[in-house]
């Protein structure tokens, strides 16, 4: 079996070396919608529908795993322990005047911001970037007022109705 680490790290309830394997198996994420994550833990790892779901609960609970519905929805992994949501908060209240109007790599922005506000490492914030990215809640765009291109992060009403924002 592909998944036995994961079954064993799962077994043992290792959440924290459970979520950096799936990082490192998903790095864009697991695609689906918010049933994907345990039907991967069934059908791939090998594990009952009840270890399943508490595994999948724990994962979510603990900040390792969250879903992203919408378009193209998907659980994203982190390493470390992260609120999703207080980061959607920050990003909406708080990154435009991060931002500033230096010549930043739009990239290095997003990532300093997202490291320092959930005071995470770097690994940890790429993670997260490119989890929102590959969910279409991040994106590069061009900027007019700015004059250059920076990170733009939307959130779909769905979203908003699943993390009640």
Sequence with gaps: M??????????A???????????????QGLVGE???????????????HADAVKVAEALETGGYAHHLPGE????????KPVS??????????????FVGEG????RETAL????????????VAEEILEGLTAAGYAEVAYVPELERDRYLFK???IFAMTYRV
């Excluded at 592909?2 to 077994?11: D, M, V």
């Excluded at 918010?34 to 009952?48: I, K, P, W």
């Excluded at 999703?84 to 005047?97: G, N, S, V």
């Excluded at 010549?103 to 739009?106: A, N, S």
């Design 84 to 97: 999703l949501l207080a980061l959607m908060q920050m990003l909406d209240e708080e990154y435009a005047e």
């Design 155 to 157: 959130f779909p009403e």
């Design 112 to 123: 300093n911001f997202i490291s320092s506000r959930l005071q995470v490492d770097r690994e």
């Design 103 to 106: 010549d930043e790599d739009p």
């Design 13 to 27: 309830g290792r959440l924290e070396e459970l979520a950096k394997a799936l990082v490192k198996a998903f790095p």
């Design 34 to 48: 918010r049933d994907a994550l345990v039907t991967f833990l069934m059908n791939e790892v090998g594990l009952s």
């Design 2 to 11: 592909a998944f036995e680490h994961l079954r064993e790290l799962a077994e």
């Design 72 to 79: 193209r929805p998907r659980w994203i992994f982190t390493s």
